[in-house]
């Protein structure tokens, strides 16, 4: 039994995902910038078409203001070079008007066939501060006026910060039935009541498990309360080998060049550098034993050089399986991996650890994805 109920209760298989280094985030070394790995649009397609070959079923494509791909044209140049694969394209609210927002999410999701996962997050925008508690309302108006947009004929919206009357959504109609499926992150009690209320899948940092076990709790506790469950997500790094020794010496070895002066550096220009999930997975580092680990197979070293997600699982393809298992158990149903170099660790993960693994797209068991063109205005319905 799962420790909190889930929406997916019954599902015996995980949408097991990747990850789409967007935002200078690839090195073979960890904090030594190389040329070859820069998050070009050739280099950053071709780790999309290896997460493809390799089985994963959504990739994850993140957003910030670093020298790399803007998240939304990666993810609709993608469209016709995959045909299999979810895109999770990470949309910090309030960057783009609402209502032409819900329009270019649309014409993704048509574009994708109904491929599209959105994930959406609260951070500030460059150069601007902003308080939490109004990005958090900033973001709760974004995601109820999409829901608008993709579930009703109009969208009537009066809002602190936006107001809306009156507007057709034709434009905005999704292939997928309901929209996209909605990811979200976040730790502050803001950011709890707004996934609880209006989000699908809850993704969490890595933590010892007992911490996510209250994290779960904390948050199907505001769900419930709005008559809703949720399903939970593990963004997580992966080094997986044929050996646990193996793995643990990569591990090593991925840091062996890494100034940790500069790695502070990395992870201070991030734009949730300041957020209370990275002050979590700085925590994490803190309580880890002298090689970096807070649970046997969950090393923290990652987060020495990267904001957001600090930790990795690291051991032999049994031991992997394992903690993944005990993830599932718990009721994790997504997962979000990643490694350095992200084209190369995938192809080990896919190779040592996929075969074994029962995956699924969770828009395809939710019954989001149509199994024809629907009948909206940019598919099949009534042109006007």
Not at 7 to 24: G, I, Y
Not at 42 to 60: D, M, Y
Not at 130 to 142: K, L
Not at 300 to 314: D, E, H, K, M, P
Request: a negative charge.
């Amino acid at each position: 039994m799962t420790v909190v109920p889930v929406t997916s209760a019954d599902l015996d298989a995980a949408e097991v995902s990747w990850f789409a280094a967007l935002c200078s985030d690839d090195y073979q070394f960890l904090g030594v910038p190389d040329g070859d790995l820069r998050s070009s649009w050739a280099h950053c397609s071709e780790i999309v078409k290896t997460a493809e070959a390799q089985g994963f079923r959504n990739i994850l494509c993140p957003s910030s203001y670093q020298v790399g791909q803007d998240t939304l044209s990666f993810v609709a140049g993608c469209a016709p070079i995959t045909e299999k694969i979810n895109l999770l394209a990470a949309v910090r609210c309030g960057e783009m008007q609402p209502i032409m927002l819900a329009r270019t999410i649309a014409t993704l999701d048509h574009m994708l066939q109904g491929r599209l996962t959105v994930n959406i997050i609260s951070s500030d925008f460059p150069g601007e501060k902003a308080e939490s508690e109004y990005r958090y309302q900033r973001s709760r108006e974004v995601v109820e006026i999409l829901k608008q947009a993709w579930t009703r004929d109009e969208i009537d919206h009066e809002g602190e910060v936006y107001s809306f009357k009156g507007l057709t959504t034709d434009p905005a109609k999704p292939y997928q039935t309901g929209g996209p499926l909605l990811y979200f992150g976040g730790y502050s009690p803001a950011a709890l009541d707004l996934c609880a209320e209006h989000c699908d899948v809850y993704l969490m940092w890595p933590e010892p498990k007992e911490a996510i076990v209250g994290r779960m709790q904390a948050v199907h506790d505001r769900a419930a309360e709005k008559g809703r469950t949720l399903d939970y997500g593990l963004r997580v790094h992966m080094i997986v080998r044929d050996t646990e020794a193996e793995a643990k010496e990569y591990a090593d070895y991925i840091v062996s060049k890494l100034d940790d002066e500069y790695g502070r550096k990395i992870r201070e220009r991030a734009l949730d550098a300041t957020s209370l999930g990275v002050s979590h997975q700085a925590k994490n580092r803190d309580i880890a034993d002298e090689f970096g680990y807070v649970e046997p197979h969950l090393w923290t070293g990652v987060g020495r050089a990267r904001s957001g997600c600090g930790a990795a699982l690291v051991g032999s393809a049994d031991q992997v399986l394992s903690e993944i298992e005990a993830y599932q158990k718990m009721g994790i149903r997504a997962f979000i991996f990643s490694g350095y170099p992200h084209k190369e660790e995938a192809e080990h993960f896919g190779r040592l650890v996929m075969p074994h693994l029962k995956t699924c797209s969770l828009p395809e068991a939710y019954g989001r994805v149509p199994q024809a063109a629907p009948a909206t205005p940019l598919a099949a319905g009534e042109r006007r």
